[in-house]
């Protein structure tokens, strides 16, 4: 009777084991995205000597530079503009902008660095975030999709980010909402 008792308390367990596994839903986990590499792009101000001269403007989608003839050709495929500030030097330089950012809306020449695109039909708004505090490049570097933009590219508002420099991590989305970092 031991046994028979036993057995039974065994299976009741059992059962109600298989009922809880067979009820509970399996785990959620988040989708992360495929992110774009590019081994190599080169911004130059458009005070650089000539040959190199104005690669200022960033397709985020093929990773192309462009001259200012080009890029005004191109103007719905250019997504952030680069400039070394012409106004004030202490807080613009070495920057990163949104096509529509308010600096290339001055029309005080002296203090827009790329007036030439008051003229633009086309000025794609990209918003920016400098995540370098929250983030290193060894990780950066390894990233195989968009898990770090997603934990840390969050309410991305700004349309410019001043003093770049070396190792400077900044998240950015494009109108068309692709998230990515340069």
Known sequence: M??????LLIY????????ACTETEP???PKYNPINRYSYILLTDRNTPK???????INT??????????ATKRQDSVDIVYYYGKGN???????????AAAVFS?????????PELINWSTRNSTKFKNISDSVNHEIVD???????????????TDTKINKLKIGSIIAFETIKGKKEYL
């Open 61 to 70: 989608i093929t990773g192309l530079t462009y001259i200012l003839d080009t």
């Open 12 to 19: 009741l367990l059992m059962s109600i084991i298989i009922i």
């Open 27 to 29: 785990p959620q986990f």
């Open 142 to 156: 390894v990233a195989q999709n968009d898990s770090i933009l997603q934990k840390y590219a969050v309410n991305l």
């Open 106 to 114: 001055n029309t005080i020449t002296t203090e827009n660095p790329w």
């Open 89 to 99: 030097i202490a807080t613009d330089s070495n920057s990163v902008a949104s096509p």
């Open 51 to 57: 040959a190199l001269a104005g690669l200022s403007f």
């Open 2 to 7: 031991k046994t028979s008792k036993g057995l």
